[in-house]
């Protein structure tokens, strides 16, 4: 009995990796929602799949994703704003049920206003990292733990 053991090393790190830029806004905004059980509060019956052109509070310029105004929707459920298509400028999904954790540094570079305000997310979030163009982020009243890095301590706290 022989066995062959075959390794296989590649030049090129990006070799396996899936180019954001090459989805279109359509996929990319589905894979946002993924994990949102009640996806019906924005895009109607999700086995149909309507165009995003179609969803409730999703703003189109030049037939790119500009705005996402899901406030107040209700949502629950899992984002995965590391999906989000690069030409989101705002986005607010305010006072729903959504959960996990939030990675910043996965936002889009054109991203300027941000608001999850009273959500369910947890973990900690890392704000040195953000789009260069961030102008507001708001985060109150969800589960974050920990302190933003280069914070000061508490005044009659401890870290």
């Known amino acids: 009995m022989r066995f062959e053991l075959?390794?296989?090393?590649?030049?090129?790190?990006?070799?396996?990796?899936?180019?954001?830029?090459?989805?279109?806004?359509?996929?990319?905004?589905?894979?946002?929602?993924?994990?949102?059980?009640n996806k019906e509060k924005v895009c109607g019956d999700f086995a149909e799949a309507k165009d995003i052109e179609e969803?409730?509070?999703v703003e189109i310029e030049?037939?790119?994703v500009a705005e996402i105004d899901w406030d107040h929707f209700d949502m629950e459920g899992s984002l995965h704003l590391?999906?989000?298509?690069?030409?989101?400028?705002?986005?607010?999904?305010f006072q729903s049920r959504l959960t996990g954790t939030l990675d910043l540094a996965s936002l889009p570079i054109s991203m300027k206003e941000l608001d999850l305000g009273f959500n369910a997310f947890t973990g900690s979030i890392d704000l040195e990292r953000l789009p260069e163009r961030m102008e507001s982020i708001s985060v109150f009243k969800n589960k974050l733990s920990g302190r933003?890095?280069?914070?000061?301590?508490?005044r009659g706290g401890s870290d």
């Open 55 to 57: 969803w409730k509070g």
């Open 82 to 93: 590391e999906w989000l298509p690069s030409s989101v400028r705002k986005c607010t999904m």
């Open 6 to 37: 075959l390794f296989l090393n590649t030049v090129d790190p990006s070799l396996g990796r899936v180019d954001h830029d090459s989805f279109s806004h359509q996929t990319l905004m589905e894979m946002v929602i993924e994990g949102i059980t």
């Open 62 to 64: 030049d037939g790119k």
């Open 148 to 154: 933003p890095d280069g914070w000061p301590p508490l």
